[in-house]
């Protein structure tokens, strides 16, 4: 059998457009969590804000932008209300800019129940920071736990909340961590390396 992953391209700057952190109002000192994703049962967005609201308690100066629409809209907002991070959480909706928001992004946070393999994940490692990952999916084969990213087992929000909090804290972890899952991105899952594999394969089978 053979496997040839999910991959994306190289990220094009929107040149000197005015920024995400400036439209909404987020300071460049501020600590940027980004997540992408349905906002469905099955990608637990309300296990993510709770993890966030534990990790805002203790770092002040983490804001969370969710990026992505569904039938679970209304109900996550006011869920933000009800922790007290409504002011500090930006709902965006569905938009056609998510990897320019990345690429302002301090750090990329999933908590899927279930998942395949996010491209969500590749076009934040493309965009060289690191992630926390709920396991699910292929996310242990596209984030080396403690190397590129973390990976937290099952669907603990406390555990989350604290790879938030490490990487929140430690401005060089976030840049050695992001450096590492670039280079992955690079070495795995650009899409001329599938192209390559996939040119392989064919040629396996002629």
Not at 7 to 30: E, L, M, Q, T
Request: charged share 25%.
């Amino acid at each position: 059998i053979t496997v040839v992953a999910n991959a994306v391209g190289a990220h094009v700057s929107p040149g000197n457009k005015p920024g995400f952190r400036a439209k909404w109002g987020i300071a460049d000192d501020c600590v940027l969590a980004v997540s992408i994703g349905s906002l469905i049962p099955r990608k637990r967005m309300g296990l993510l804000l709770q993890a966030f609201s534990e990790a805002y308690s203790v770092c002040p100066q983490l804001r969370l932008v969710i990026v992505g629409s569904g039938p679970l809209a209304d109900e996550l907002t006011r869920e933000a209300g009800r922790l007290n991070i409504g002011e500090v959480v930006h709902f965006t909706g569905a938009r056609n800019d998510a990897r320019d928001i990345l690429a302002e992004a301090d750090m990329f946070v999933l908590c899927s129940e279930a998942a395949a393999s996010s491209y969500a994940v590749l076009e934040s490692m493309s965009a060289g920071i690191p992630s926390v990952l709920t396991a699910a999916g292929a996310a242990d084969e596209q984030v080396v736990d403690g190397k590129s990213g973390y990976v937290v087992r099952g669907g603990d929000a406390s555990e989350v909340a604290q790879r938030v909090v490490v990487l929140a804290r430690d401005r060089e972890l976030r840049r050695r961590l992001g450096a590492e899952a670039s280079n992955r991105w690079s070495q795995f899952y650009r899409v001329e390396v599938s192209a390559r594999r996939h040119h392989e394969m064919l040629a396996e089978l002629a």
